[in-house]
Structure formats: C-alpha cells, structure tokens
C-alpha cells in the first residue's frame, strides 16, 4: 500500500465515523476550498494544503514520500525519539524493515492545529440537546486557551530525528477517536445498559478494556454509584482534548445522566459531580488502543500489513 493510500483511507474512515452528518462535513472542506481562493498569493504559501480533503487538522504525514510503500509499520500511542531510534535500529536488521512510524497523539503541524478540532465538540454537544449557541461559545473560549498552550511547544522534535534518519512519520488522532466513539455510542445503543454496573460489564468484555484492567487500569466509575441508572449516555472521546469544563450543568439540562470518557482533569470532574452526572473513566489509553485498532481493521481490509507495536499500543485484529 501507498503512503498516500494508506493517509488517505485513514481520513475516510475517521469521516465515515463522525458523528457529524456528511454533509456538515462536507460543508467544512468546501468552507476550506473557499477559503484558499480567497487568500492572496503571497499567503498560500503558508497555507496548509491537506485542509482540502482532510477535516482532521490533528492527524497528517509529517515525513516521506507520499508514493513510498508501506508494508510493516512501527504504531505506538505516543512516539518520541526514542521510538524514532528504535525503528532506526530495526531498519538494521535483516527482514525488520519498518517502512513507516505511526503515532496516535498529534506531533509537528499536527500537534500545532490540535485546537482545531475541537470545534467538532460544539456539534456533538447540540446533538444531546445543548442549544448549538451556548455550546459554540463556551468552546470557543477554550479553544482559544488550548490554542494559546500550545504556542510555545517544540513541535517538530520527533519530526527532525524521523527526517535526517529517513523514517516516514505520521499521526492519526481525531479518525481514531471518531471510531471509539462511534463504537461505543452504537454499543449502547443496542445493548441499553441499565445501570453503570452493565456499563462497565461491557466495557470489560471488550479486549483493548479487558487489557487494560490486568494492567491495573480497568475502567473505572469516578462520579455515581454501581446501582445508578444509566439513563441517557454521552460518549465524550473525540474532538482533540477536553472541553469547556462550564458544559456539565447544559449537558444534565439536555437530558444526559452518563458520561463516558477517556478521561476528565479533577476541575472538570468536579463540575460534572456538581452537575449531578454520572462519569466512567474508560481509560485514556485503552480507548485509544480500541480507536485505532478499528481504524487500521478498515484500512487492512485493502491490504493486510504487517505492525510493530510500542508505545502503549497492541494489535488487536476484529
């Protein structure tokens, strides 16, 4: 499979799996297309091309050729350079040939635009009744605080060693965060847990979440009780970081009793227990893991690949 290919498919399974309608996604990249016409010939050049056809500005090639191939990948949830050096020293060894490093969490430009996608939260929130007004104003405040946060980071450490090394480096985070969100969401859905205890019952038959718990970080209720009523489930684990942490109490007024959650900073849990909602901690990185293994099923369904699992990352075929 082509590098180009392999990107590629990746964002169209991230679209087939947001939560948002076709057509707001479309209407985002047509917004983009307009956009770039408008800008004068001096600015394009600064101007960050996959935006055309990606809506993900948190998930890009960082490093290689778009024709290269690809056929065994090193996919970790976190790469840094030691990672980057580790695959350098595999690339050594005869039949250990890694064609292509993969990382959830953003790196590079990537992790520059993180604050991007977090407009996809507003559209969610109006989805469990939060007036879209309220929820795209709350957002826009915190957006621009994890913009500002994000301003002095050294984004381009892992890029420079994958470049002079001649590693090909990229991150998928939002298309994996859409297919665990969207999973679960469907799970409960169909299953209509009744109580939290049944919640995570099914959180633990699923093995990226079985996984987890042998390694002592099951998923976990960290607001409410076992015999609480579900009642209506808000899936919150995609659209880059955590929201505004003044949400809850729109949240509990537009119906929601359960938040499930990859995880939540100790002022957001206190404003989510205030807001009388039940919170499950389903793990950060266990759902991580569950998004991208749905993510790569889909992709392998073109080509099978070969993987070399690090960082907190494992296989798991469906």
Same mark, same amino acid.
């Given at each position: 499979m082509r590098l180009e290919r392999f990107y590629k498919r990746a964002v169209e399974v991230g679209i087939a799996n947001d939560l948002r309608d076709e057509e707001e996604i479309r209407r985002i990249l047509d917004d983009e297309q307009e956009k #770039? +016409?408008?800008?004068?010939?001096?600015? +394009?050049? #600064?101007?960050?091309?996959?935006?055309?056809?990606?809506? #993900?500005?948190?998930?890009?090639?960082?490093?290689?050729?778009?024709?290269?191939?690809? +056929?065994?990948? &090193? %996919?970790? %949830?976190?790469?840094?350079?030691?990672? %980057?050096?580790?695959a350098h020293l595999l690339n050594k060894e005869k039949d250990a040939h890694v064609d292509l490093i993969l990382s959830h969490h953003p790196m590079g430009l990537a992790a520059a635009q993180l604050y991007d996608v977090m407009k996809l939260q507003a559209k969610l929130l109006a989805k469990y009744g939060v007036t879209i007004s309220v929820a795209e104003?709350? &957002?826009? +405040?915190?957006?621009?605080e994890i913009e500002r946060r994000l301003m002095p980071v050294n984004h381009a450490r892992e890029v420079d060693v994958a470049r002079i090394l001649g590693i090909p480096l990229m991150c998928l985070h939002t298309p994996a965060d859409n297919c665990v969100t969207n999973c679960l969401t469907k799970l409960f859905e169909k299953e209509k847990p009744a109580k939290l205890k049944d919640l995570l019952k099914l959180l633990k038959a699923i093995p990226e979440y079985e996984r987890a718990a042998k390694l002592q970080v099951p998923a976990k209720i960290? @607001?409410?009780?076992?015999?609480? @009523?579900c009642g209506k489930i808000y899936v919150d684990m995609t659209g880059g970081t955590e929201g505004s942490k003044d949400i809850f109490d729109k949240i509990a007024a537009g119906g929601v009793s359960t938040l499930v959650g990859m995880h939540f900073t100790e002022e957001h849990l206190a404003s989510a227990k205030k807001a009388n909602l039940n919170v499950?901690?389903?793990?950060?990185?266990?759902?991580?893991?569950?998004?991208l293994n749905l993510l790569l099923d889909e992709i392998e369904k073109e080509e099978k690949l070969e993987f070399v699992s690090v960082g907190g990352f494992e296989r798991i075929r469906r």
């Amino acid at each position: 499979m082509r590098l180009e290919r392999f990107y590629k498919r990746a964002v169209e399974v991230g679209i087939a799996n947001d939560l948002r309608d076709e057509e707001e996604i479309r209407r985002i990249l047509d917004d983009e297309q307009e956009k #770039f +016409k408008d800008l004068k010939e001096d600015d +394009k050049r #600064f101007y960050d091309p996959d935006r055309l056809f990606n809506p #993900f500005a948190d998930s890009r090639v960082l490093f290689g050729d778009l024709n290269g191939s690809v +056929k065994k990948v &090193m %996919i970790g %949830i976190d790469i840094e350079v030691g990672e %980057i050096l580790l695959a350098h020293l595999l690339n050594k060894e005869k039949d250990a040939h890694v064609d292509l490093i993969l990382s959830h969490h953003p790196m590079g430009l990537a992790a520059a635009q993180l604050y991007d996608v977090m407009k996809l939260q507003a559209k969610l929130l109006a989805k469990y009744g939060v007036t879209i007004s309220v929820a795209e104003q709350l &957002m826009e +405040k915190r957006i621009g605080e994890i913009e500002r946060r994000l301003m002095p980071v050294n984004h381009a450490r892992e890029v420079d060693v994958a470049r002079i090394l001649g590693i090909p480096l990229m991150c998928l985070h939002t298309p994996a965060d859409n297919c665990v969100t969207n999973c679960l969401t469907k799970l409960f859905e169909k299953e209509k847990p009744a109580k939290l205890k049944d919640l995570l019952k099914l959180l633990k038959a699923i093995p990226e979440y079985e996984r987890a718990a042998k390694l002592q970080v099951p998923a976990k209720i960290v @607001s409410g009780a076992e015999s609480n @009523s579900c009642g209506k489930i808000y899936v919150d684990m995609t659209g880059g970081t955590e929201g505004s942490k003044d949400i809850f109490d729109k949240i509990a007024a537009g119906g929601v009793s359960t938040l499930v959650g990859m995880h939540f900073t100790e002022e957001h849990l206190a404003s989510a227990k205030k807001a009388n909602l039940n919170v499950i901690v389903a793990g950060h990185i266990s759902s991580d893991v569950l998004g991208l293994n749905l993510l790569l099923d889909e992709i392998e369904k073109e080509e099978k690949l070969e993987f070399v699992s690090v960082g907190g990352f494992e296989r798991i075929r469906r």
